[in-house]
């Protein structure tokens, strides 16, 4: 009998390493249907354009928004202009100037017919108010034309109070209320996120310079992020047809799109390179990257997906619209990276070195391990007990403060001190308390005109004066929708987000309404309003929140067990994440709950965190924490698969992946560092918050947690079950049929 030699096994080729061969033999093909792609995104933006879908608080609030929304019915945000002497005992009652101040502002407000309505002055008959002391007075009315479009109303009544302001420069007359401050923030927004976006691009290349040494290497990423996040922008014209879309959308998209973007791109460049330098081909370095980073990057992608996906469990609509365009940017971000990417890379050859930089370009040629990582991580496999348990005591010493954390809206603490009609809100809010915005109880029902639900109404005047200030006067009830709706109006105590709000918005709620509306039978009523609309939202993510956490965490674990077919692996990125998370919480509690840093980072503390932020920052943090977990494991696993022991495999792995990760961190950092010095206090939580989890989890848990984890474990890392094993895993490392190249001089790549 002939004996020939053994056939080899044919391995089957990854998807991924298929679609980066055929990018880079179709590289024409590849580049102009990405092109096409954005321009064809770009072009269906413009033709569908986006939408002003109302935004609704969940709960109760939302209800009767949507309930006088229905009905046409517009509910203007009141504004009110305060008349007061600077200085003196100066009363209203016999004090002509004062007198002369507020006639004049009245005047000026009705000459206004188009944009103000409903002008009350202290000298009508019936007017609005004068304080308990006698020495200000209140000028209130309503814009036209409803909350979502008073910024332009706005401006001109400021303008016509600032005029009245300069005859008498010896009184106070400054105008506050909903629609002012509302204007106030949004253009903090605005100027904010345009801080962030135009800072966060050259920051980008700028580490990309530093980390490739040569221009057109770090202008790659930057440019197929940027065309990622165009195409992501563009197509929010889609959802905005079902889902509220804001600026905040837009911006969100670009910092996470820019963040992924680059990541992706930085993580195949650095393992393409990486190739070379070992004496591969371009062809041969391309279908490397494709199997390993490229097939990373996928996991990678559908991780963070998953877990922005949490954002659609809380049902708050204004979170649905952010997680549809982020999970979009991310998911073209992976299409481009897997697609154009090596189609670009085959293009440009050698030219990808080109605009090289003195020094910086010689020192950055050639890709390998780190030493300093190296060395780091032997220590710690050697003794990953006692080094892996100091570090784990110490996360858990930062994180442990979280376990106090609150919740809170910050009210008029969003904003930082000194803009004006904050000053001049909270001073309206010392001397006539009551909240700038009253609570609205919207009754609906048949005949609303019926004496018992005339007489429900005047109870509610005798609760209000029984409730020893919590419910206060005037109590307003006004018909609307032809008859069909009742709007009362009833100011609370406090300043619309502190705790007196609260107790005295669950004093109406909860002992007022049901004993005066609520024994009327055939109606039905809902509370919204400023402190109604954030009470309920609070309540609405601290519910949800678990369900949120067990999604995440579930799917993000599957599709783990799937990649990596490890019980083990999964579980330990996912614990050493929330790790990262915790220490986060920690870190955020300190500084702006308990008031550290105030005067370094320009805020002032309220003793509680803004209530999306947590669980805005788990949904973020968890996913974008796995791009470094699934690409350092994927290294170690590529390892071991070929032979290394799990302690070889694991320093090898994340020695390996030191200088790709580092950078991506340094990157994400960066960008996350720029919030911190914004005016918003929400946007320094969140930046300080998301920079120290990102930080930690590049440097801690990589170095010393996530090695330390798998070298107790050992060969059990990767054990599976056995009815886990017909699970179908997709492979990270390159195909076993690759050549392995023979090793080249570093000076000669």
Do not use: C
């Not at 390493?17 to 880079?24: E, H, I, L, T, Y």
């Not at 393409?272 to 041969?284: L, S, V, Y």
């Not at 840093?597 to 943090?621: K, Q």
Request: charged share 15%.
């Amino acid at each position: 009998m002939r004996h020939g030699p053994v056939p080899a096994a044919r391995v089957r080729e990854p998807v991924v390493q298929k679609v980066a061969g055929w990018s880079a033999r179709h590289r024409r093909t590849a580049v102009l249907g990405w092109l096409g792609l954005v321009a064809a995104a770009i072009l269906l933006g413009q033709l569908l354009g986006t939408r002003s879908v109302p935004s609704y608080d969940p709960g109760e609030a939302g209800r009767a928004q949507r309930t006088l929304d229905r009905a046409g019915v517009d509910t203007p945000p009141s504004e009110s202009v305060l008349v007061q002497a600077r200085t003196g005992t100066r009363a209203f009652a016999t004090d002509p100037e004062l007198r002369q101040a507020a006639g004049e502002v009245a005047t000026a407000l009705r000459a206004l017919p188009a944009v103000a309505r409903n002008v009350r002055s202290p000298l009508d008959r019936g007017g609005a108010q004068v304080s308990a002391d006698g020495r200000a007075a209140l000028v209130t009315f309503e814009l036209e034309g409803g909350a979502g479009s008073a910024s332009a109303p706005v401006q001109q009544t400021l303008r016509a109070v600032a005029v009245v302001q300069a005859r008498h420069p010896g009184l106070r007359v400054e105008q506050a209320g909903e629609a002012s401050v509302g204007d106030a923030i949004d253009d903090a927004v605005g100027r904010d996120f345009r801080r962030a976006e135009l800072s966060s691009v050259p920051i980008t290349l700028g580490i990309l310079v530093l980390v490739f040494g040569a221009l057109v290497a770090a202008g790659i990423p930057v440019l197929l992020a940027g065309t990622a996040v165009t195409a992501a922008i563009a197509l929010l014209a889609v959802p905005s047809r079902w889902l509220p879309i804001d600026d905040a959308a837009s911006s969100l998209i670009l910092l996470i799109g820019m963040a992924v973007g680059v990541d992706y791109s930085l993580f195949y460049l650095r393992r393409e390179r990486e190739e070379r330098t070992r004496g591969r081909t371009f062809a041969q370095a391309l279908r490397v990257a494709g199997a390993t980073s490229g097939r990373a990057i996928v996991v990678s992608g559908l991780t963070v997906m998953i877990s922005i996906a949490g954002l659609f469990v809380t049902g708050i609509d204004v979170f649905s619209g952010m997680a549809v365009g982020t999970i979009g940017v991310i998911g073209i971000a992976v299409l481009g990276s897997v697609t154009v990417l090596p189609a670009l890379l085959a293009w440009l050859g050698h030219r990808v070195d080109r605009g090289r930089l003195p020094l910086i370009g010689r020192q950055r040629t050639a890709a390998g391990r780190s030493r300093l990582w190296d060395t780091l991580v032997r220590r710690v496999v050697r003794r990953p007990l006692l080094i892996g348990g100091l570090a784990t005591l110490g996360l858990l010493a930062v994180a442990a403060p979280a376990t106090g954390l609150r919740t809170g809206s910050a009210g008029l603490d969003e904003l930082p001190a000194g803009v004006p009609v904050v000053d001049s809100l909270r001073r309206i809010e010392q001397v006539f308390p009551g909240g700038p915005d009253p609570a609205r109880v919207v009754v609906t029902g048949e005949r609303l005109d019926r004496p018992e639900v005339h007489r429900a109404v005047d109870a509610l005047h005798a609760r209000a004066a029984a409730s020893r200030g919590a419910l206060r006067e005037p109590i307003v009830a006004t018909p609307a929708a032809s008859g069909r709706i009742l709007v009362i109006s009833v100011p609370l105590a406090g300043s619309g987000a502190d705790q007196a709000s609260v107790q005295a918005l669950r004093t109406l709620r909860g002992s007022a309404l049901p004993a005066t509306l609520g024994r009327v039978p055939g109606i039905d009523y809902a509370v919204t309003g400023l402190t109604a609309g954030n009470r309920d939202f609070a309540a609405a993510l601290h519910a949800r929140a678990p369900v949120v956490f067990a999604f995440v965490l579930a799917l993000a674990f599957v599709l783990l067990l799937v990649a990596f077919r490890s019980v083990a692996i999964s579980l330990t990125a996912i614990v050493l994440n929330l790790l990262s998370v915790g220490a986060a919480y920690g870190v955020v509690k300190l500084i702006f709950q308990d008031g550290h840093l105030e005067r370094l980072l320009g805020f002032r503390s309220y003793g509680a965190i803004v209530p999306w932020l947590p669980l805005f920052m788990f949904v973020l943090l968890f996913g974008l924490s796995m791009d470094y977990h699934v690409f350092i494991l994927s290294r170690i696993r590529e390892l071991h698969a070929r032979g290394a022991s799990t302690e070889e495999a694991v320093v090898g792995g994340i020695s390996a992946s030191a200088g790709v990760v580092t950078s991506a961190a340094l990157i994400m950092v960066a960008v996350f560092s720029i919030f911190a010095t914004l005016s918003l206090v929400s946007f320094k939580m969140f930046g300080i918050g998301m920079g120290v989890a990102v930080l930690v989890d590049a440097t801690i848990v990589r170095g010393v947690l996530l090695p330390a984890a798998m070298a107790l474990l050992g060969e059990r890392n990767w054990s599976l079950p056995g009815w886990l094993r017909r699970l179908h895993a997709p492979r990270l490392e390159p195909s076993a049929a690759e050549p392995a190249p023979a090793q080249v001089p570093e000076h000669a790549a």
